[in-house]
Every structure is written in structure tokens, then in C-alpha cells.
């Protein structure tokens, strides 16, 4: 079975960077797509960011956009979330999820995903 395990949070002061990890193992040859999603206490899990694990095609919400880059490594072992600039509003634990197989990167395609544990985030003004 895959398995995805999150790492590389922290606490920083507004204007601070971090670089979150997702190792990843098990079967993920058909799993095209993957993403970083947040959540705030009270608040619904959002989407950060998508990279198609092919293509290495991304996104970035709005929030994100300029500020964070998703990567992954050449073998497709380990995703990446570079966050610059952070400010309390990205308060939250991060989470890394691998969408079903065979199924690409759009609506809803983390529907039914594999998720890590997570892993938290304090930025402080």
C-alpha cells in the first residue's frame, strides 16, 4: 500500500521560509496526481498547490501564488512545498496527498486521496 509521511514544519515570524517534505512509498506508478492542502483550526481544508508527477505541470491558489513553489524529485520519491514570505494567515497543518490512480490533476481530484499525517505550521507576527 503507498504511504505519504510529512515533515519539515515549524514555528517562523512573518517574513520567514519553509520547506515542507512528503516522502512517499509504496506503489505510486499510476498516481498522477499530487498536492499540498492546509487547515486552520475551525476552518475547511483548502488546496495549495498540484503538481502532475509526469509533466510536472503545477498550480497554486491564490494565496499561494508567489510565494510558494511545489516540487518533486527526480525519481518521484519526495514532493516539496518552498514557502517564502509566510504570514500568520498560512497558519495551519500541512498535509500531502496523492490523488487516485490514473487520475489526473483538475476538479475534485483529490477525492478519495491518500493523505500523510501532517504536518504544522505557526507563523507569527
Known amino acids: 500500500e503507498v504511504q505519504l509521511v510529512e515533515s519539515g514544519g515549524g514555528s517562523v515570524q512573518t517574513g520567514g521560509s519553509l520547506k515542507l517534505t512528503c516522502g512517499v512509498s509504496?506503489?505510486?506508478?499510476?498516481?498522477?496526481?499530487m498536492g499540498w492542502f492546509r487547515q486552520a483550526p475551525g476552518k475547511e481544508r483548502e488546496e495549495v498547490a498540484t503538481?502532475?508527477?509526469?509533466?510536472?505541470?503545477?498550480t497554486y491558489s491564490d494565496a499561494a501564488k508567489g510565494r510558494f513553489t511545489i516540487t518533486q524529485d527526480s525519481a518521484k520519491k519526495t514532493l516539496y512545498l518552498q514557502m517564502d514570505n509566510l504570514v500568520p494567515e498560512d497558519t495551519g497543518m500541512y498535509y500531502c496527498?496523492?490523488?487516485?490512480?490514473?487520475?489526473?490533476?483538475?476538479?475534485?481530484?483529490?477525492?478519495?486521496?491518500?493523505w500523510g499525517q501532517g504536518t504544522q505550521v505557526t507563523v507569527s507576527s
Open positions: 509504496g506503489d505510486f506508478g499510476s498516481r498522477l496526481c
Open positions: 503538481i502532475t508527477r509526469v509533466a510536472r505541470r503545477t
Open positions: 496527498a496523492a490523488g487516485r490512480p490514473y487520475r489526473a490533476c483538475g476538479d475534485n481530484w483529490s477525492d478519495s486521496a491518500d
